[in-house]
């Protein structure tokens, strides 16, 4: 079961709502409705049972929420103790993913989070990780954990850094949507309707201000790459689950369609060509897709790795053949999720979710994929002010905003390469001293740098860029072709992006 709550403003663009899911609960027992906006001011909002039962007033102590949250994780959701609870590593997934969702809800704002939220979060995800701790193989903890813990805390940290450094900002205000129209503006169609309105100096944002969103937006991508890239490496250890495996057709034909396998088995196949010949208009359509091409490749797996032609995961086709098909879905997936890095977990990666039994694998999993959608939130709240400001320069550019992509150009016209952790984490070190600086920080640092540069001898920009002065406002690299990463390594290989969707 997966539940959703809209709070006070209702269930509309319920699509574009869907940033925060629990999964697999099969208890009939109600449980907190979550979802990825809520009104943290409304009545109903979930709320604890402590305040109902022993008689006390006011709020409860942090030692009786602790006793509640682990209560609930050792009956798996189930809190009527009839043994009809969910798994300890999904009841764990779900814990993390719904105090996501109502500590971050969809963070409307470019603004620091109260000092209340701030220590609810940091309390309760500690206790929520403290589980890892007690995870050891032989004699110390366990290495996927050792390593992405610390890492996953330092991206968590880096990111609630950013929202703070929006506290002196003087040039861009919110309109709340219950405002006049006139005092709102024009908004476009394609709006979410209940974000607040994005107002900006008749002129736009001064030089500065916008250089320096520009480059805390790059900060932000970093942290979603780093985060996307752990994701998809725990999801690629999950075993595919059975049930996923029967629910499959026999062949990829069947799974794309005729248009769809035709496209991808011709003799000369370019990836951008094939995207671009197919309607990726909106967010469903794009999981449609990417959930049929997951699951050729599945089939794809089975059939080379079946040694018994008769089975059903027999092929008639050959080898080679069969290779190259599932190389090219491959390219065609990471396409996707550099493109769409927003986009909701598929089915395979629900299935996998909600059948995991390692209790670790589970953490690192909902860890990371809640400061992905945080991440992922900031840098479209980012956009959103940016966009505002290239209106007031010129009005005439009212189009459809661009969703944020992970690279600098739309079109990728090579094959791309699988996010890894460690590099990622890497960069996000290099470009992590400035990530500290307000604003009026970055001016300074920023009238250092056009002084350096105004006294080199050369005037070239390139140069300039690669120097190391330079280095740290540098746009991300290319996409680069490295097919020795492969996506899916093995049969139940198979990485993905996000925040769990709706089951379908």
């Known amino acids: 079961?997966?539940?959703?709550?809209?709070?006070?403003?209702?269930?509309?663009?319920?699509?574009?709502?869907?940033?925060?899911?629990?999964?697999?609960?099969?208890?009939?027992?109600?449980?907190?409705?979550?979802?990825?906006?809520?009104?943290?001011?409304?009545?109903?909002?979930?709320?604890?049972?402590?305040?109902?039962?022993?008689?006390?007033?006011?709020?409860?102590?942090?030692?009786?929420?602790?006793?509640?949250?682990?209560?609930k994780l050792l009956l798996g959701e189930d809190m009527s103790g009839g043994g009809k609870g969910v798994s300890s590593a999904l009841a764990l997934s779900n814990a993390i993913t719904n105090l996501a969702a109502s500590v971050f809800g969809e963070q409307w704002r470019l603004e620091p989070m109260s000092a209340e939220r701030k220590a609810r979060w940091r309390r309760e995800i500690d206790w929520l990780l403290s589980v890892t701790d007690h995870i050891i193989m032989v004699t110390q903890q366990r290495r996927d954990l050792h390593m992405s813990i610390p890492a996953l805390r330092k991206l968590d940290a880096m990111l609630i850094e950013y929202l703070d450094r929006f506290k002196d900002h003087n040039e861009f205000w919110y309109v709340s949507r219950d405002a006049d129209e006139s005092e709102r503006g024009t908004r476009k169609m394609d709006d979410k309707w209940w974000l607040p309105t994005i107002k900006v100096p008749p002129n736009g944002l001064s030089d500065m201000s916008r250089k320096w969103l520009q480059h805390l937006k790059e900060l932000v991508n970093q942290v979603l790459k780093a985060a996307m890239a752990i994701n998809a490496n725990v999801l690629m250890e999950m075993e595919t689950p059975e049930a996923y495996i029967e629910s499959l057709p026999k062949n990829g034909r069947a799974s794309l369609g005729d248009a769809l396998y035709r496209s991808i088995t011709v003799d000369i196949f370019d990836p951008e060509d094939?995207?671009?010949?197919?309607?990726?208009?909106?967010?469903?359509?794009?999981?449609?897709?990417?959930?049929?091409?997951?699951?050729?490749?599945?089939?794809?797996?089975?059939?080379?790795?079946?040694?018994?032609?008769?089975?059903?995961?027999?092929?008639?086709?050959?080898?080679?053949?069969?290779?190259?098909?599932?190389?090219?879905?491959?390219?065609?997936?990471?396409?996707?999720?550099?493109?769409?890095?927003?986009?909701?977990?598929?089915?395979?990666?629900?299935?996998?979710?909600?059948?995991?039994?390692?209790?670790?694998?589970?953490?690192?999993?909902?860890?990371?994929?809640?400061?992905?959608?945080?991440?992922?939130?900031?840098?479209?709240?980012?956009?959103?002010?940016?966009?505002?400001d290239?209106?007031?320069?010129?009005?005439?550019?009212?189009?459809?905003?661009?969703?944020?992509?992970?690279?600098?150009?739309e079109a990728v016209t090579v094959k791309v390469k699988v996010l890894d952790p460690k590099e990622e984490i890497e960069k996000l070190s290099q470009?992590?001293?400035p990530a500290a600086m307000t604003l009026s920080d970055f001016m300074g640092w920023q009238v250092e740098q056009d002084s350096e540069t105004k006294n080199k001898d050369s005037g070239n920009l390139e140069e300039m860029l690669n120097s190391e002065d330079g280095k740290l406002m540098r746009k991300p690299p290319p996409i680069v072709t490295n097919k020795k990463f492969s996506y899916i390594e093995k049969i139940d290989n198979l990485g993905g992006l996000r925040s769990p969707s709706a089951l379908h």
């Open 1 to 71: 079961m997966i539940l959703e709550a809209t709070g006070a403003n209702g269930s509309a663009a319920a699509d574009d709502k869907k940033l925060w899911r629990s999964h697999g609960t099969t208890s009939d027992h109600p449980v907190e409705q979550v979802g990825s906006v809520l009104d943290r001011s409304s009545d109903i909002a979930p709320k604890s049972r402590l305040n109902k039962i022993g008689g006390g007033h006011g709020r409860p102590s942090d030692m009786e929420l602790m006793k509640e949250r682990f209560a």
């Open 274 to 388: 094939f995207l671009a010949s197919l309607d990726l208009s909106t967010e469903h359509k794009i999981l449609d897709l990417k959930n049929r091409i997951e699951a050729s490749i599945v089939i794809w797996k089975r059939k080379m790795h079946s040694k018994d032609a008769k089975s059903p995961w027999g092929s008639a086709v050959s080898l080679e053949k069969r290779e190259q098909f599932e190389e090219r879905a491959e390219t065609i997936l990471l396409i996707l999720k550099h493109r769409f890095p927003g986009i909701p977990q598929s089915a395979l990666d629900i299935s996998k979710i909600q059948y995991n039994k390692d209790i670790g694998h589970s953490i690192l999993e909902s860890y990371s994929r809640v400061l992905e959608s945080l991440a992922f939130t900031v840098m479209s709240r980012i956009d959103d002010v940016l966009y505002a």
């Open 390 to 409: 290239s209106l007031a320069q010129d009005p005439t550019l009212g189009g459809t905003k661009k969703r944020p992509t992970l690279t600098d150009t």
């Open 431 to 433: 470009m992590e001293e």
